[in-house]
């Protein structure tokens, strides 16, 4: 078994949940109310952990204003595996969260090298797939890094607020947190801290309780803002919630990468090229011969198939259960199981891509719309 590795820039090894809630200090997510219950992701456990959620379920159940902030990285293509989030985006904006979404062009420029002309154009794609997922961007406020609003009272607050974080913050931390540090990387987490704290001020939404979705990998940033955050006196901030969710697996097994093609799912993916890659490249429980298999049946634990279906694909819990059941008991084939993912997928993809090309007229206008 390899030794597990987690950090915002590299997650490999046997990656056991438990042990990261002990090491980072999250809480486990326990009883909900059912309006969450009846979100698959929340149900079957696909966010895991939390930090200070109370405050966002304190604003449902009152009916009172909070933020969902959620950033993009603008690198390679939007996959599967990016669902989780935007799905989260959709669901806090049906409960009536106002949605931030910050394109990190200045990251990508600072951390990757990559030109801000480049991420433009990777972010239209990523936010055609949201709208398409059906995340209303009239209601949600989309920006970038490098060009926050043309408000300019509202683009100074969110710039000055960067800068007035730098203060609180140490060297040591951002060492800690970031190892090798150049100035690009720390202006970067300032910026990135900015992003997380600015809902909060006077000109945006005004100490309304903020929610981060994150996979537990990027935690680390979520906790050097949580930080920052509480030792600055002017502004004042309420401590920001966030949420963990599982990692969704790459084809092969370990962690999705957008570099390689044949580790994920693209939403624009033929079905041919769902088929190819289910069939070639998904991971399998199952055992080497189909008498061993019929014998001994499959681990659901880590078949990717099953996996896919779990977070994604197959809605009914019954059907869910009944497939989980038969392919541990040898019932089920590897290759049945595949067959009926490959199918799953792409009766969803076949929607989604009837809705992308409807939302393409609109996404021009709300992605670089008046702030």
Same mark, same amino acid.
């Given at each position: 078994?390899?030794?597990?590795?987690?950090?915002?820039?590299?997650?490999?090894?046997?990656?056991?949940?438990?042990?990261?809630?002990?090491?980072?200090?999250?809480?486990?997510?326990?009883?909900?109310?059912?309006?969450?219950?009846?979100?698959?992701?929340?149900?079957?456990?696909?966010i895991f952990a939390h930090r200070d959620?109370?405050?966002?379920?304190?604003?449902?159940?009152?009916?009172?204003?909070?933020?969902?902030?959620?950033?993009?990285?603008p690198t390679g293509k939007f996959h599967?595996?990016?669902?989780?989030?935007?799905?989260?985006?959709?669901?806090?904006?049906?409960?009536?969260?106002?949605?931030?979404?910050?394109?990190?062009?200045?990251?990508?420029?600072?951390?990757?090298?990559?030109?801000?002309?480049?991420?433009?154009?990777?972010?239209?794609?990523?936010?055609?797939?949201?709208?398409?997922?059906?995340?209303?961007?009239?209601?949600?406020?989309?920006?970038?890094?490098?060009?926050?609003?043309?408000?300019?009272?509202?683009?100074?607050?969110?710039?000055?607020?960067?800068?007035?974080?730098?203060?609180?913050?140490?060297?040591?931390?951002?060492?800690?947190?970031?190892?090798?540090?150049?100035?690009?990387?720390?202006?970067?987490?300032?910026?990135?801290?900015?992003?997380?704290?600015?809902?909060?001020?006077?000109?945006?939404?005004?100490?309304?309780?903020?929610?981060?979705?994150?996979?537990?990998?990027?935690?680390?940033?979520?906790?050097?803002?949580?930080?920052?955050?509480?030792?600055?006196?002017?502004?004042?901030?309420?401590?920001?919630?966030?949420?963990?969710?599982?990692?969704?697996?790459?084809?092969?097994?370990? &962690?999705?990468?957008?570099?390689?093609?044949?580790?994920?799912?693209?939403?624009?993916?033929?079905? #041919?090229? @769902? $088929? *190819?890659? !289910?069939?070639?490249?998904?991971?399998?429980?199952?055992?080497?011969?189909?008498?061993?298999?019929?014998?001994?049946?499959?681990?659901?634990?880590?078949?990717?198939?099953?996996?896919?279906?779990?977070?994604?694909?197959?809605?009914?819990?019954?059907?869910?259960?009944?497939?989980?059941?038969?392919?541990?008991?040898?019932?089920?084939?590897?290759?049945?199981?595949?067959?009926?993912?490959?199918? &799953?997928?792409?009766?969803?993809?076949?929607?989604?891509?009837?809705?992308?090309?409807?939302?393409? #007229?609109? @996404? $021009? *206008?709300? !992605?670089?719309?008046?702030?």
């Amino acid at each position: 078994m390899t030794k597990q590795v987690v950090t915002p820039w590299e997650v490999s090894g046997s990656i056991d949940y438990n042990k990261l809630i002990k090491e980072f200090g999250v809480s486990p997510l326990k009883e909900l109310p059912e309006i969450f219950n009846k979100n698959i992701l929340f149900r079957r456990k696909i966010i895991f952990a939390h930090r200070d959620i109370q405050r966002i379920l304190e604003a449902v159940k009152n009916k009172k204003p909070f933020v969902m902030m959620t950033g993009l990285m603008p690198t390679g293509k939007f996959h599967i595996g990016h669902m989780i989030l935007a799905q989260q985006m959709v669901f806090y904006q049906k409960l009536g969260a106002r949605v931030y979404i910050a394109v990190a062009d200045l990251e990508a420029y600072n951390a990757r090298g990559q030109s801000l002309e480049d991420s433009k154009k990777i972010a239209e794609d990523y936010i055609l797939s949201y709208a398409s997922l059906g995340l209303d961007l009239k209601k949600a406020d989309i920006y970038f890094q490098s060009n926050r609003s043309s408000d300019a009272k509202k683009s100074n607050a969110y710039y000055q607020l960067q800068n007035l974080l730098a203060r609180y913050a140490t060297f040591n931390e951002f060492k800690a947190v970031y190892g090798d540090i150049t100035p690009g990387k720390m202006l970067s987490a300032l910026l990135q801290a900015s992003d997380m704290l600015h809902p909060q001020l006077k000109e945006f939404e005004s100490q309304a309780p903020v929610i981060i979705p994150v996979g537990i990998d990027q935690d680390a940033h979520l906790r050097l803002a949580r930080d920052i955050s509480q030792r600055i006196k002017s502004p004042r901030f309420i401590q920001l919630s966030s949420t963990y969710h599982l990692f969704a697996p790459g084809l092969g097994g370990g &962690k999705m990468s957008a570099s390689d093609p044949n580790s994920f799912i693209a939403l624009t993916d033929t079905p #041919k090229e @769902v $088929e *190819k890659k !289910i069939n070639k490249y998904a991971f399998s429980g199952g055992q080497p011969t189909i008498e061993e298999h019929r014998k001994l049946g499959g681990n659901p634990n880590i078949d990717v198939s099953f996996q896919y279906l779990k977070m994604f694909f197959e809605s009914d819990d019954k059907k869910l259960a009944q497939i989980e059941k038969d392919y541990r008991s040898g019932k089920m084939l590897t290759g049945e199981l595949k067959k009926y993912t490959i199918e &799953k997928i792409n009766d969803f993809l076949k929607e989604f891509q009837k809705k992308r090309e409807l939302a393409k #007229k609109d @996404v $021009e *206008k709300f !992605i670089y719309k008046e702030k």
